[in-house]
């Protein structure tokens, strides 16, 4: 299965559990060009699925930044837009990483453009304010899709296993 089937599983896994998921209505294409415009990296394939179809989502408790705008909000791009773009202004982050969740525990979880597959997909890794070497980040996935996937199915089961 490669990432672009691993976020199709993934898309199906919200909207199969409903009653614990939330998403957004998608973005479209030009929304999706000024997102990586404004963050001068293209998005991996995977990502750019799950985002075209959500815009931004949850399931079970996990919480996945994507990219949306809201009418309060006018045109500013919201999500991994605006705190990829907060955290490398106020925290040094690396421009060539894209924030797509908070880790829980005070760091992000990006993905690293610098580092792209023959799929074009990034892998994903755990940011924290001061870290410089790449090699000590902790990687979570070798792409969005896969990692997506596993943490989606984990807690989907995880809350129905405890409800």
Not at 31 to 48: F, K, N, Q, W
Not at 54 to 83: C, H, I, N
Request: charged letters at 20%.
């Amino acid at each position: 299965m490669n990432a672009i089937e691993a976020s199709e599983l993934v898309i199906g896994l919200v909207r199969e559990n409903g009653d614990i998921a939330n998403h957004a209505d998608g973005c479209d294409i030009i929304t999706m060009t000024a997102a990586e415009r404004a963050l001068g990296v293209a998005l991996p394939p995977s990502y750019r699925q799950l985002i075209e179809e959500f815009g931004t989502w949850d399931v079970a408790g996990e919480e996945f930044l994507g990219v949306y705008r809201t009418p309060a909000m006018g045109q500013k791009l919201l999500g991994s837009v605006a705190e990829t773009l907060d955290a490398c202004s106020q925290y040094g982050m690396p421009s060539d990483f894209v924030v797509v969740m908070f880790d829980g525990m005070g760091g992000l979880v990006v993905l690293d453009s610098s580092q792209v597959d023959e799929e074009g997909e990034y892998p994903v890794l755990v940011w924290n304010p001061g870290i410089v070497d790449r090699q000590s980040m902790e990687r979570l996935g070798n792409d969005f899709g896969h990692f997506a996937l596993s943490l989606c199915q984990r807690a989907v089961a995880r809350w129905r296993e405890s409800s």
